[in-house]
């Protein structure tokens, strides 16, 4: 399955009906996280459990879900990674910024805005990572 870099959360919601609506909650995390705003209208993808997926192994995977939402939203990078970003301003000391899902900003030294470059994640933080240029592209 291809997913749209446009994408701002993924969670797993029951359906519930209610006064004659179906609903579906969105976890209280991906508004505090920034990825959401209350009010606004958002494209929503339904996506069935997989059939080789029990109920047993559903809940495990809320459940982990759910441990690591106790420590607020998770960087979505991990050191080691690998990734092509695109540098869209420089910082106060003239390091290249690159958003990634959610705004999560990665400095990348060396760099200059309008560069694409590929990166290695080398040390992440709970609101930001660093990136060692790798690679330049056209």
């Known amino acids: 399955m291809e997913i749209s870099e446009k994408l701002l959360c993924l969670f797993s919601a029951d359906v519930r009906e209610e006064d004659g609506e179906y609903v579906v909650e969105v976890p209280r ?28 192994t559903a809940d495990k995977r809320v ?12 960087p979505p990078v991990e050191p ?18 690159a958003r990634v899902e959610r705004g999560y900003v990665i400095i990348v030294p060396d760099t200059e805005v309008g560069e694409r470059v590929k990166i290695e994640v080398t040390e992440v933080k709970s609101n930001f990572a660093v990136g060692e240029v790798v690679e330049e592209s056209a």
């Open 63 to 74: 459940d982990a879900s759910a441990s690591r939402a106790d420590d607020g939203p998770q």
């Open 80 to 97: 080691g990674e690998m990734r092509y970003v695109e540098i869209e301003d420089l910082g106060k000391q003239g390091d290249g910024i």
């Open 29 to 56: 995390r991906e508004v505090e996280a920034g990825a959401l705003e209350p009010g606004e209208t958002y494209r929503v993808a339904f996506i069935s459990r997989s059939e080789s997926e029990t109920d047993e």
